[in-house]
């Protein structure tokens, strides 16, 4: 389905990111995975999409730092010319009471989601060609809000208002901007969360259980395929059913 494409996919050494470069390849694009420290857990991701026959390479950068953004693009654009999708999906979460939180649990995490969304975006535009795909990773939580998490829902839920603007600029050159909102996510991310709580969100969720990386991934694939050619400024609930 992507046989051809180049997909920059940010904070795809793991979890969410890892699984969308490898459902990528799978469909024939060539990946560049973005990491922020970890730089052996891109490369084992670069070897990943390199085995499905497809060409990889990783480029450091924290997306919360313009300069490292800048460097990033411009080192993408000297390997491949264009960059045909574009996945934001670097993200950090800080939760914590509004009460309790410091100020810089709160511009951390708007800085690396949100900020880093623009970023990223507006530097890459310039290689994104007609018939290009964004994808912007959000959260059901930009859309229902949740307890201690007001930074993280704030983020997510200026990515929701970053995608529909944008999806309105670009849509004269045929490139698509859409958002994927998932549930939990059984990634890392929610290790520290108790059994009980675990158990809780799958008696909440209509398909008692929590999404895996791949149900991300797989709409990922879709969004990015020529199949969502008329989708636009959408937002896709990937949650099992939580959000309603």
Known sequence: MLKGKTALITGSSRGIGEAIAIEFAKNK????????????????????????????IIVQADVSKVEEVERMIQSIKKEFKKVD???NNAGIIRDRTLKNMSVDEWHSVINTNLNGTFYVTKFALPLIPEGGRIINISSIIGQRGNFGQCNYAASKAGIIGFTKSLAKELGKKKITVNAIAPGVVDTSIIKDISLLKKKMIKYMTPLKELAQPEDIANTAVFLASGKSRYITGAVVNVDGGLAF
């Open 85 to 87: 999708i574009l996945v």
């Open 29 to 56: 694009a060539d990946v560049i995975v973005n990491y922020y420290k970890d730089k052996d857990e891109a490369q084992k991701v670069a070897d990943k999409v390199k085995g499905l026959g497809v060409k990889a």
